[in-house]
């Protein structure tokens, strides 16, 4: 199984918009079709899960277990609900951030934890660049995996109607459940999934298949393929499938 993060802030001229907005414009039909052509690959079908539903898998499933590479603060992680809080005039709006800490090596986290560990990024140093977001977030999602496929999960007929039923209240896809059900049965029924993990990055390095223009005619901060095809990203897509 492959993993692959694509940046919300990649740029598709063809919908003249960023891939982080198609969702709320056009729903699946969209960002399937802008996926398409920035990754060269046909899209299947596509999931959405809210926060608060992640929040209560992850608390179903007794929390999970992640590795932090390095220790890292981020001092202006957003409150729920506080975005449009004025602070009582404070021009730095203080009072819609919080501070969060997670120290290096093995953390067991429970769901609001470890949403927090996958969205930070306003840390100091590597840990605020949107590859080690992207790379946090792959951690959590793999960890997550490893629960749902367990052998001790699967066996337990109960527990897996009652993850359903709460997946599903927070769960949109194109998928029918017939469907679902196929996948989670064929995945399930191998003695080992390993997960191979990329992310389509280069704009924080020297090497990638993404830049950032100084200047762009959205006037917004995106992403763009070098020399402003999608070639090489297929080609590096074909590559680890």
Known sequence: ????????????SPLKTKINSLYFYGGFPKLEEALRGILGQDIDASVLVDFGTFIKIIDFFGGVDIYVDGAFDDFRYPIPGKEEDLCGGDKTFACRYEHIHFDSGWQHMNGETALKFARSRQSNGDEGTDYARSRRQQKVIVALKNKIFSPWFLRKPEDVFTFW????????TN???GDLLSLAKFISSLPSLRVKTFVLDGWETDEGY????????SGQWVLLPHGDRWSEIHQFVNSIL
């Open 1 to 12: 199984m492959v993993l692959l993060s694509v940046p919300r802030d990649i740029w598709y």
């Open 210 to 217: 993404l830049y950032h223009p100084k200047k762009h005619s």
């Open 165 to 172: 039923r709460l997946l599903s209240q927070g769960l949109k």
């Open 175 to 177: 998928l029918r459940v």
